[in-house]
């Protein structure tokens, strides 16, 4: 099992996890264009996508997951919610193969077993998900306000995270956002702020924890050194033993043993 980022952030979302020969797309907030062009750093064709699962409506995770998916024939999964909110980017005349998924119930695409959760986010029906296959599980949670017992419980036990580390508390509040949008990010629809991250990665079990990366960070309210050592105090390792989901780069891929 091996995952990378397409990118992170306020400006587009990707996320690819791979299993045999199932290939899921997790998100896909870039033009088709974008998504090629990025999927090809990973030497990925885009006919060799699977599925996208879609976490929610906003066009920074869905805004190019329709398009793409119905140029390269990609069946999609999402929750009923999701997809009440998305016609706005739904091509003409498509063929869109659309699976609709309850968010507290575990799916299965090829080798992939796919556990979604439901989040507090600004959402119609927002998702974050736990992939598993059956030996190791990946956890990916972002675009969340705040943290709950059923997030804990989801995100436990497995051997790599992706971990919202969105904001840092102080520079939100004196940077150049405006008061209405310092409100949204962050409260308890928004997004995770930096010790709020590290003190839900405190209350799981990491004892099998391979890989963290802190991910959908703020370009104008946190910087990757403050996201990192967040987390690398709970886990009581070097800051380079976080990893960073860059909204450019992303990162590359990272295998589970």
């Given at each position: 099992m091996?995952?990378?980022?397409l990118g992170s952030g306020s400006a587009g979302n990707a996320l690819v996890v791979?299993?045999?020969?199932?290939?899921?797309?997790?998100?896909?907030?870039f033009s088709v264009k974008e998504t090629v062009t990025r999927l090809a750093r990973l030497n990925v064709e885009p006919g060799t996508i699977t599925g996208i699962v879609i976490t929610h409506e906003h066009d920074d995770h869905a805004g190019g997951a329709f398009r793409f998916a119905d140029k390269y024939q990609i069946p999609v999964w999402l929750t009923y919610g999701t997809l009440k909110m998305v016609s706005r980017y739904m091509p003409n005349r498509h063929h869109l193969q659309l699976n609709i998924v309850d968010s507290h119930s575990a799916f299965a695409i090829n080798d992939?077993?796919?556990?979604?959760?439901?989040?507090?986010?600004?959402a119609r029906e927002p998702m974050q998900c736990v992939f598993s296959d059956g030996k190791h599980k990946l956890g990916v949670l972002t675009d969340v306000g705040r943290t709950t017992p059923h997030i804990e419980e989801k995100l436990s036990g497995c051997q790599a995270l992706v971990l919202e580390c969105?904001?840092?508390?102080?520079?939100l509040q004196t940077g150049p956002y405006s008061w209405a949008l310092k409100k949204r990010v962050g409260g308890d629809l928004g997004h995770l702020e930096n010790s709020d991250s590290a003190n839900l990665l405190s209350k799981l079990d990491n004892s099998k924890l391979q890989h963290i990366v802190a991910a959908h960070l703020s370009a104008k309210n946190n910087t990757p050194a403050l996201a990192k050592a967040a987390l690398a105090k709970v886990l009581s390792c070097e800051n380079d033993g976080i990893g960073i989901a860059d909204q450019l780069l992303g990162f590359d891929w990272l295998a589970l043993n």
């Open positions: 091996r995952f990378a980022s791979e299993v045999g020969h199932t290939r899921l797309m997790l998100d896909c907030g992939l077993q796919v556990q979604p959760y439901p989040v507090p986010h600004d969105n904001h840092d508390a102080s520079m």
